[in-house]
C-alpha cells in the first residue's frame, strides 16, 4: 500500500465525498421503478481517480436512450448531469484545506 501525503489522503477523502454527492443526485434523477437499478449504482477512488456508475444494464439503458420518456424530475443522462451539479474541485479543495489547517 502507498504512502500518501497529507494532501493527497485529502484529496481521496474529497473524491469519496464528491462520489458519494453525485450518486445521491444521480439517483434522485434517475427513472426509478423498482429502485433496483438506484441500488447498483457505485462510487470507487483509485490513487487520485474517481468512477462513479450503475452496474444495472436498464440504468444504463436508461441513461443513454434520449427517447424514453421519464417522470417529472427524471431524465436521461442522470450521472452526467449529477456530475455537472456536484462540484467536485470545491470538495477536494474544502477537505485538502482542512488538512492542512
Do not use: C, W
Request: proline share 4%; aromatic share 4%; net charge neutral.
Amino acid at each position: 500500500m502507498p504512502v500518501l501525503s497529507i494532501v493527497e489522503k485529502a484529496a481521496q477523502d474529497g473524491l469519496r465525498e464528491a462520489g458519494r454527492e453525485i450518486l445521491k443526485v444521480a439517483r434522485k434523477k434517475s427513472p426509478t421503478d423498482s429502485g433496483a437499478a438506484d441500488k447498483s449504482g457505485f462510487s470507487l477512488v483509485d490513487d487520485l481517480t474517481l468512477q462513479v456508475g450503475f452496474k444495472s444494464p436498464i440504468a444504463r439503458m436508461q441513461h443513454e436512450n434520449l427517447d424514453f420518456q421519464h417522470k417529472p424530475g427524471e431524465q436521461a443522462k442522470f450521472l452526467e448531469a449529477a456530475v455537472d451539479e456536484v462540484d467536485v474541485g470545491a470538495i477536494i479543495a474544502k477537505n485538502v484545506r482542512a488538512a492542512l489547517g
